[in-house]
């Protein structure tokens, strides 16, 4: 064997027959064309299955709602060119052009590009039905859904949600347009303890709940969901520091609004009864004004709502009016002592009440409490300081600052 193969007649007889061979395969069809020369060959055939079918329509005005998805292509010709189709695969389209026609259902005959031209192209089905409808824009809500609201941090709540855009647009044929019952936006806040701010996918359902898949814009939203701290709501007050101007009184001191809602934890904001929102200067009061006062927060708070309140003060000129015989309550007295007023058991003062014309109108005599406080006095005679409790933007004095008393043990 080994001495063939050194025999240089025998290279080159193999070279001629596969010269020959290859000779043949080429040139095959062309012989098959002369008369004579080799047997009478048919042509072969291939057959494309599931071709995709391209349609060529306005996509700016209308939507395909109905056609023919795939189609059959069969390939008659020389085998040659149908080998080297096979193996090229070259980018042909099989399509209809439906672009000058309206709104409806058109029935067209397919056509094709691109496949070689000695090959015989034939398609089934010849004839296709593609319905057109007009496009449709629609503005829809965005409705949005919270998941697990019952898994936020203990003590927090769930507010309602605030979404931008409030509305997106639904761009498709008027037929699935119509089928569109809610769009919606989903925010999971387990776990939450603060406000979220998410940006998330906008979903398409029809009345069934089923899910569609249609153009719309935009097709994220901005969605902000408050997470609120436990709050209480507190009154709130003005601090009154220094003396009103000789000749004036305060009519009215209105606070608005009247009641602040603090949060935080609950175990601090339990304990509180009140927010002091700031202090009011009297000796710097000559007329009616309305000032604008920040809150403080107090400690361990997170925040106050409102976080400015309205003080309006109305101010009028002074009148006096006094009350005569109002008696001293003794406070702070303990069991097993008497209080003695000079050798007697109860004592009465004057006391003058000074405010507006419209406050002392209204002021009566049991409004007023005058009293000794004798808690941290042990027996024997004193010099006690008369206190007075009355209604508020009232200012009232007594001709006896202080009186004598002997506390007695019995």
Excluded at 65 to 75: A, I, R
Excluded at 84 to 98: G, I
Excluded at 363 to 382: C, E, P, R, W
């Amino acid at each position: 064997m080994d001495k063939l193969f050194n025999s240089h007649w025998f290279v080159k007889i193999i070279s001629f027959f596969i010269a020959l061979m290859l000779f043949t395969m080429v040139n095959i069809d062309n012989m098959a064309s002369q008369p004579g020369v080799l047997p009478t060959i048919s042509p072969a055939s291939y057959t494309l299955e599931d071709v995709e079918l391209v349609v060529h329509y306005d996509e700016e005005n209308y939507a395909i709602t109905d056609k023919t998805e795939h189609v059959q292509v069969n390939l008659k010709g020389p085998q040659g060119s149908l080998t080297l189709f096979q193996l090229t695969r070259p980018s042909y389209e099989v399509f209809v052009d439906v672009r000058e026609r309206g709104e409806g259902v058109h029935t067209l005959s397919v056509q094709h590009r691109n496949f070689p031209s000695d090959l015989s192209v034939s398609i089934v089905p010849q004839y296709v039905r593609v319905e057109l409808q007009e496009k449709q824009t629609v503005s829809f809500p965005v409705q949005v859904d919270i998941i697990n609201s019952n898994e936020v941090e203990e003590g927090y709540t769930v507010g309602t949600p605030i979404v931008s855009p409030l509305n997106v647009d639904v761009t498709a044929a008027r037929s699935l347009v119509a089928e569109v019952h809610e769009v919606k936006a989903y925010v999971d806040v387990a776990g939450a303890d603060r406000a979220l701010e998410e940006t998330t996918p906008v979903r398409l359902y029809d009345e069934d709940g089923n899910e569609l898949t249609l153009s719309v814009d935009p097709q994220v939203v901005d969605v902000r969901v408050p997470i609120t701290s436990p709050n209480r709501t507190v009154p709130a007050r003005v601090t009154r520091v220094g003396e009103l101007p000789d000749g004036v009184s305060i009519n009215e001191l209105k606070v608005e609004p009247e009641e602040l809602t603090v949060y935080g934890p609950r175990d601090v904001i339990d304990r509180m009864n009140v927010i002091e929102v700031g202090e009011l200067d009297l000796t710097e009061l000559t007329e009616s004004q309305t000032i604008e006062m920040d809150v403080p927060i107090p400690p361990g708070v997170e925040r106050v709502s409102p976080e400015t309140v309205t003080v309006t003060v109305s101010i009028s000129a002074e009148e006096t009016e006094e009350f005569t015989d109002v008696p001293i309550e003794v406070i702070g007295g303990r069991e097993g002592e008497e209080i003695s007023f000079d050798g007697n058991t109860t004592r009465e003062v004057t006391i003058a009440a000074r405010g507006s014309e419209e406050s002392l109108a209204k002021l009566q005599l049991t409004d007023i409490q005058a009293f000794i406080d004798v808690s941290d006095l042990s027996t024997g005679v004193h010099e006690v300081g008369v206190q007075i409790n009355g209604p508020p933007n009232i200012r009232f004095s007594t001709m006896e600052e202080t009186i004598p008393i002997e506390i007695i043990s019995q």
